[in-house]
């Protein structure tokens, strides 16, 4: 078994797909993951996060999502699932962009008890940089990536040689006084009604920043409006390559199963 994070080939103990699922503010989506193609085995599933996003709250609504593949993956199989929060040894550390019941709160073992089944639970746009890095556009990519997804907030994932190194929160760093994601991130465009013309100087800023402090050897951009890269990427002036992630939504479901698998 090789190490998480990893680009390498991975033979895995079943050939049966691997439930990933991926906890956003606005909506809780899942679906079995072939890890052979690296892709969605079915269609997403997807139901609305609730109001109050309390740990116990997900945690039903993560149930009725896997309840709806029941008869897709095998019932002691283990369950990837994605938090927008820094998670270590199973506990969530931060909560900027859910509920505050979420810090310091034992969610692992709390949705693996709701499940019934092995979880592996890790940050959002972690989960999303594993899976560019071993089915997408990092793929095979020497030196340092950093892979950042573009939302209600920016999330990051750091890779070096294709190894994960977990819970980066550059999308939290300070800009001109200012949290970056409170300028830069793509919540913030919908919510200014930013065109992407001139949304694409604040993006410019943010990666300028992050480049001159990392000097990465490629940047990825995930995050829905990944979807129309072609309208801002260009627009951007940097030294490191950018391009955007393969996978886009769908990247953190096969992230965390990919991983899940990992540590099963």
Same mark, same amino acid.
């Not at 078994?1 to 991926?22: H, Y």
């Not at 039903?60 to 019932?75: R, Y």
């Not at 309208?231 to 002036?237: A, G, N, Q, S």
């Given at each position: ?22 906890i956003g503010g606005s909506g809780i989506k899942g679906a079995p993951v072939d890890l052979t193609a690296g892709e969605l085995a079915t269609d997403r599933f997807k ?35 994605t938090v927008p929060a820094v998670v270590t040894h199973g506990v969530t550390r931060t909560a900027a962009n859910i509920d505050p019941e979420w810090l310091d709160c ?8 709701? /499940?019934?089944? *092995? ?8 989960? $999303? +940089?594993?899976?560019? &890095?071993?089915?997408? =556009? #990092? ?98 002036? /940097?030294?490191? *390559? ?8 769908? $990247? +953190?479901?096969?992230? &965390?199963?990919?991983? =899940? #698998?990992?540590?099963?």
């Open positions: 078994m090789t190490e998480p994070g990893r680009g390498a080939t991975v033979t895995l103990m079943k050939t049966r797909p691997i439930l990933g699922i991926d139901l609305l996060t609730p109001s109050k996003s309390t740990p116990k709250n997900v945690a039903k609504v993560v149930a009725e999502v896997v309840d709806h593949f029941t008869d897709q993956v095998d019932a002691d199989a283990p369950i990837g699932i034992e969610a692992e073992k709390l949705l693996a008890d709701k /499940l019934g089944r *092995p979880v592996h639970l890790l940050n959002d746009a972690d989960a $999303a +940089g594993v899976c560019e &890095a071993q089915f997408g =556009a #990092a793929q095979n990519q020497s030196g340092l990536v950093i892979v950042t997804t573009l939302g209600t907030g920016i999330g990051t994932a750091l890779l070096h040689n294709g190894v994960l190194i977990p819970n980066s929160e550059f999308g939290h760093i300070e800009i001109d006084g200012k949290d970056a994601e409170t300028v830069a991130s793509s919540g913030v465009r919908d919510k200014k009604g930013l065109s992407y013309k001139e949304w694409a100087p604040r993006l410019q800023k943010y990666y300028s920043t992050i480049e001159a402090l990392f000097w990465p050897e490629l940047f990825v951009v995930g995050g829905g409006v990944s979807r129309d890269s072609d309208k801002f990427l260009p627009r951007l002036d /940097l030294r490191t *390559p950018i391009v955007p992630a393969k996978h886009r939504n769908n $990247a +953190g479901i096969i992230g &965390a199963a990919w991983l =899940a #698998a990992q540590t099963a």
